[in-house]
């Protein structure tokens, strides 16, 4: 099974390992209001498999995009394990989520108010 992060008019998909460390790292290390962090949760708990920036509210969707582009890949090198299989391909397939997450802050057709 596979899950699917939605950002912009870009969509990443990952295993649903990879999909659920990236939630669980956000909703431990962003700074998110309860709700936020309480849905993010029960997104990996309940094994939903889908998460649509689009879908939040324009602060909370900024701060996300914020902490996917500008935090991720650092805390996966520094959290990921050295001897991971394929830590390499794991750090440079969570950069091509934080791209997605810059072009989508950098695009004015998403920054709704």
Known sequence: ???????????????????RWVLTRLAD???LD????SMLREI?????GWFLLEELGP??????RSWIADRLVADA???LPVGLAERDA???YLAELAELAELA?????LRRP
């Open 44 to 48: 990996v708990d309940e094994n939903l």
């Open 105 to 109: 802050a950098a695009s004015p057709k």
């Open 29 to 31: 290390d962003a700074r």
């Open 59 to 64: 602060v909370d969707r900024s701060m996300v």
């Open 1 to 19: 099974m596979a899950g699917l992060i939605k950002v912009g008019d870009g969509g990443w998909s990952a295993s649903s390992s990879l999909f």
């Open 90 to 92: 794991v750090l440079d």
């Open 77 to 79: 090198d520094a959290s």
């Open 34 to 37: 309860q709700q936020l962090e």
